[in-house]
């Protein structure tokens, strides 16, 4: 396992990609807009691991709602996972708690899942599997 990638939610792709472009040095490797999670994306590259800036796309969007109760911020953890579904049945099996029972599309070709930060002592975790 490794770390895929960090989200950071933000009010603005625009004015965040500025400081993590043009300020810190890194590149935007891509952008997407993920419809049935209310938000848009860019991705960053930083060594082998990513920084994913989201930005909600409406009011109702998980990332506008996260972030009208605590701010602009870290929002999840992503793990790269080689199979989603045998660690997902292992998660159940171990009792914790999900977001998802089964994987969703996620940005660039993944497929996702996340894992209710009331397993994971305070953390929303995703898993990540890539696309061939
Ligand atoms: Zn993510």
Do not use: C, W
């Not at 490794?2 to 004015?15: F, M, R």
């Not at 890194?26 to 590259?45: C, F, H, P, T, W």
């Not at 800036?53 to 990332?63: D, H, M, N, R, V």
């Not at 911020?73 to 199979?83: E, R, S």
């Amino acid at each position: 396992m490794k770390i895929d990638h960090i989200g950071i939610a933000v009010k603005s792709l625009a004015e965040a990609t500025q400081v993590y472009e043009h300020a810190l040095g890194l590149k935007v490797s891509g952008y997407d807009e993920i419809e049935d999670q209310g938000v848009r994306i860019a991705m960053l590259n930083i060594g082998e691991s990513r920084i994913e800036l989201l930005e909600p796309t409406g009011a109702e969007s998980p990332i506008e709602k996260f972030m009208s109760k605590r701010g602009e911020g870290i929002h999840h953890i992503a793990l790269d996972v080689d199979d989603i579904e045998n660690a997902l049945e292992r998660l159940k099996a171990a009792g914790v708690r999900l977001v998802d029972s089964a994987p969703r599309r996620g940005a660039h070709n993944t497929r996702t899942a996340f894992i209710h930060p009331s397993s994971t002592h305070g953390v929303l975790l995703e898993l990540v599997q890539h696309g061939e």
